[in-house]
């Protein structure tokens, strides 16, 4: 089974620029998840979408914006950066049972993008 | 909201030795799963254990443990004859229906 991918790895980007990430869900999973982390922090949650909608988002402003493809794999678009926007972002893949709590069969998480904003 | 915090910042462990990181989170569910992650330098987050809410036994994988104290909101994680290679950041996360992430905890082992 393939895992998760991320790409670019590292990206250097403007202030007011716009900014794709693009990330690959593991075979068989139907969700990613979208995770931005702060050096030295723990991941924060910005959004998640299931069958290609969204269905749960964090404390981000509606420039952070994101598709998901039929295939499962995902973007996460980022408008008008701002400096405060470098980080890591992270993408995991899992498989989202219809009710219940998730975490059944767990999440599979990429390497990350290192976004820089100057 | 639910919310996950670790204290500790840092701790170190002599190799060989048993070190133990500590957790607490706060929710209002009763159905939920706990993970610890590991991040090495390269960045990606990795498995060490899952904890199922409604389940009493403590977790068990291999050299890593929990210690999980359900009306305690407590879970924290102990490791075994710690190696070189357990040198990480390691995160407690709880779900429901989404990943809530602690700080995070440095770990580093002493040869």
């Known amino acids: 089974e393939t895992g998760v991918t991320q790409s670019p790895t590292h990206l250097i980007k403007t202030r007011g620029q716009q900014v794709t990430l693009r990330c690959s869900s593991q075979?068989?999973?139907?969700?990613v998840s979208w995770y931005q982390q702060a050096l030295g922090q723990g991941p924060q949650f910005i959004f998640q979408?299931?069958?290609?909608?969204?269905?749960g988002r964090g404390n981000f402003p509606p420039r952070f914006s994101g598709l998901q493809f039929p295939n499962y794999s995902s973007e996460l678009n980022v408008n008008a950066l701002e400096l405060d926007d470098s980080a890591l972002y992270l993408c995991?893949?899992?498989?989202?049972?219809?009710?219940?709590?998730?975490?059944?069969?767990?999440?599979?998480f990429g390497s990350g993008t290192r976004l820089t904003v100057v | 909201a639910q919310t996950v915090t670790q204290s500790q910042p840092e701790m170190s462990v002599q190799e060989a030795e048993t070190v133990t990181l500590s957790c607490t989170y706060d929710?209002?569910?009763?159905?939920?799963?706990l993970f610890w992650y590991k991040q090495p330098p390269s960045r990606q987050m990795i498995l060490v254990i899952r904890q199922e809410a409604y389940k009493q036994q403590n977790a068990t994988e291999n050299r890593f443990s929990v210690n999980f104290q359900k009306a305690a909101k407590s879970f924290s994680l102990k490791i075994s004859d710690s190696q070189l290679g357990d040198a990480a950041m390691y995160f407690c996360a709880y779900i429901r229906s989404k990943l809530t992430f602690g700080k995070g905890i440095t770990l580093s082992v002493r040869p």
């Open positions: 929710t209002s569910e009763s159905d939920y799963y």
């Open positions: 979408y299931y069958r290609e909608e969204e269905n």
């Open positions: 075979s068989g999973h139907n969700t």
């Open positions: 995991a893949s899992s498989f989202l049972r219809d009710r219940g709590p998730t975490g059944d069969y767990g999440y599979t």
